[in-house]
Each structure stands twice: as structure tokens, then as C-alpha cells.
């Protein structure tokens, strides 16, 4: 081979291996994605439900006896407690009515003290056999007669002292007391139908919910109860401006009957309410446990994404390092996860970040996503 013939070929094959070298050097390493590994665990699921906040008890304060109001004891919005004095009804009428209610006892206590001297004085002749049989009956009988009496008139003492501590009108419960009603010099009568001021207690607060009838009959089946027997039974509450309620709840009552339009029946939960922030008819949310499943997945919402059908995906990472494709069965959302039940196994790796550089298919470098922080 001529001389310069050779001199091209090694030319040629130098060029070449160091082309391949250059290109060698050039190729992307694969790219890296965070991924969550997948274990399975138990899950109560939840549904959230409409309701309106009800005091736990409420009265309505209401004249027992007629008369003017003289005087109002309280500070409207204020707590009371149960025989806190609220208001004063004039009480002369009823005062003078007690003085003559005394003065019958005194009168019929003279009467019957009259008859049972008499009763003695007739029972000593009998015995000497000067007084007959009859004149002795005849003043036990006047006795028994101013016995009663008195009886009736010490009942309409008692009646009259009634009326008149009436007329300071005493709180029946304890709770916040909302605004008068009525002011000073004000004409109320007893029994009246609006009432002078509304007493509600607010610790704890009722939240009446409505559910479907088709729920409930998995309540009174018992299958809830079996389903919920592990698990939490926590009733939470989420208030109208969208933030939770720190306090959690339970149910504690369903109604026995079905709204016949609606075909609801309304359920009541209690929630303790110590620093009277929910106030009755607020609306609020009720997220209620409605059964406990095994085996599904809590799945990050920013791994699951959707397919042009729009049904829901994930990516995970083989154990070759190879991207794949999955379809889910989500049962709901749980704070910031969904619920899966199909599509994952035990130990999958979820891609949770780097979707822009990756696809089905591709291989990437999978990195543990660091364990957030604890406030």
C-alpha cells in the first residue's frame, strides 16, 4: 500500500476512535426524579356533610305573674348561672296579698285553738256523764272543720309567697343570656308568649347534620360499626371561612324518622365549644367516619396525574430504574393524599417530582423524598 494511502487509513481510524470517545463522553446521564416508596396501611374513609351549630339547651325566660318591670339584673350577652336573679316585677300587689294570706292563718289559728279547748272542756263533761254524747260530737266536728281550714289557708299563704318571689325572675340554666327584650316600665303578664330574654348554653354545642337514608341503613346494619370497630371514630369540623375547628366531635343521635321529600334523616354530634366560638345556626361541615378498608394506599396528590380520558395515573420506578405507567382506582381524597386501592403494590416507588425531564419508558435516577419537617 503506498505510503500515503496508510497514512490516510491511521488518519481515518485516530479520527474515528476519538470522535467515539467524544460522543461517549457526551451522553446525558439518566435523570433524576423524587419518588415516595408505597407501603399499604388501613384507612377510615370519610364523608363531609352539611349542618347548622344548635345550643345544647336553651330556655326562654317568661313572667310567671302579672305585673311592671322595675328593674333588669343582668348584662345582655353576658354568662348567668342557673337562680342569677334577671329581673324585678313590682311586688306590692303580691306583698299585701301575703300580709292578708298570714293574717287567715293567724285568724283560723285562733279558731282552731277556740275549738280544741272546747273539744277538751266536752270531753272531761262526758266522762262525769254531765255533757251528752252529742254535744261532744258536735265540737269535734267544729274542731276537725278549723283544722281544715287552716290547712287552706296556710295553702293560700304558700300560693301568695310564690307569686311574690315570682316577681324576681331567676335564671332556669346556665348559659350565655342574649338581649332583652323588654325594658324597664314595661307591662308583661304571666306566661306571655315572647319571651323577656333567650338563655342558650354553647359547651358543648350541638351540629345537626342531614344524611341519606341509603347511608344510614349501613349504621343500623351494623356494618359501619363492624367496619369501624379499629378504627378512629373522630368526628371533625370545618367551619365557614374554610378553617378546621380544633375541637372533634361525636355523633351521638339520629333521628327515627325520614324526610319523606328529601329522603334524609338528620344526625346530631356534639362538639365541646370552650371558647364559644361556634354559635347557634352557624353553618359549618361535619366530616364523619363512614368505614375502615384495608390495604389501599395514601397517595400524594402531586404524583397522581390524569390520561386524556381522565382517568387517574401515576408514574413508578422499577426495579430496573425504568419508568412505568400505572392506573389508579382512587376511593377519595384524605388531606393532602388520595385514597388508592387498585394500581400500586407494596414497596412501588411513586415519582412525586421530575415529570418535565421523564416519561414511560425512560430511565431515571430515583431519590427518597426528605421527610418534612415537624412544626
Not at 435523570?31 to 349542618?51: A, I, N
Not at 277538751?120 to 255533757?131: F, G, H, M, P, S
Not at 331567676?170 to 319571651?195: K, M
Request: with cysteine.
Amino acid at each position: 500500500m503506498p505510503f500515503f494511502l496508510r497514512v490516510l487509513s491511521c488518519s481515518a481510524l485516530i479520527f474515528g476512535l476519538a470522535t467515539g470517545g467524544l460522543m461517549a463522553q457526551s451522553a446525558p446521564p439518566p435523570t433524576t426524579v423524587t419518588v415516595v416508596e408505597m407501603q399499604p396501611q388501613s384507612v377510615t374513609l370519610t364523608t363531609t356533610l352539611p349542618g347548622r351549630v344548635a345550643a345544647s339547651a336553651e330556655a326562654e325566660v317568661r313572667p310567671q305573674v302579672n305585673g311592671i318591670i322595675t328593674e333588669r339584673l343582668f348584662r345582655e350577652g353576658a354568662h348567668v348561672n342557673e337562680g342569677d336573679p334577671l329581673f324585678r316585677i313590682d311586688a306590692a300587689t303580691y306583698a299585701a296579698v301575703v300580709q292578708q294570706a298570714r293574717a287567715g292563718v293567724t285568724q283560723v289559728e285562733v279558731q282552731v285553738k277556740s275549738a280544741k279547748t272546747e273539744v277538751d272542756r266536752l270531753t272531761e263533761l262526758r266522762q262525769n256523764n254531765v255533757a251528752s254524747q252529742q254535744a261532744l260530737d258536735n265540737v269535734i266536728s267544729t274542731y276537725d272543720s278549723a283544722l281544715a281550714a287552716l290547712e287552706v289557708a296556710k295553702a293560700q299563704l304558700n300560693t301568695a309567697e310564690i307569686d311574690l318571689a315570682r316577681t324576681t325572675i331567676n335564671a332556669q340554666l346556665s348559659g350565655e343570656i342574649g338581649l332583652a327584650q323588654v325594658s324597664h316600665g314595661a307591662l308583661v303578664t304571666a306566661s306571655q308568649a315572647a319571651p323577656l330574654a333567650v338563655i342558650r348554653d354553647i359547651d358543648p354545642v350541638f351540629v345537626d347534620v342531614t344524611q341519606s337514608a341509603s347511608d344510614l341503613l349501613r349504621w343500623r346494619r351494623g356494618q359501619t360499626e363492624l367496619d369501624l370497630a379499629d378504627a378512629d371514630r373522630t368526628v371533625r369540623l370545618t367551619l365557614a371561612d374554610g378553617s378546621g375547628f380544633s375541637e372533634t366531635g361525636t355523633l351521638t343521635a339520629a333521628e327515627h324518622n325520614v324526610n319523606p321529600q328529601t329522603g334524609v334523616v338528620t344526625l346530631r354530634m356534639q362538639f365541646a365549644n370552650p371558647e364559644r366560638l361556634l354559635l347557634p345556626g352557624m353553618y359549618v361541615q361535619v366530616e364523619m367516619p363512614v368505614e375502615a378498608v384495608e390495604d389501599v394506599y395514601l397517595v400524594p396528590q402531586e404524583g397522581v396525574n390524569r390520561d386524556r380520558r381522565g382517568r387517574p395515573i401515576a408514574w413508578v420506578v422499577n426495579a430496573d430504574n425504568v419508568v412505568e405507567e400505572r392506573q389508579l382506582s382512587v376511593l377519595q381524597d384524605r388531606n393532602a393524599d388520595w385514597v388508592v386501592k387498585d394500581g400500586l403494590a407494596p414497596g412501588d416507588r411513586l415519582i412525586v417530582a421530575g415529570f418535565q425531564k421523564t416519561g414511560p419508558g425512560a430511565t431515571v435516577t430515583a431519590e427518597p423524598r426528605a421527610t418534612q419537617p415537624i412544626d
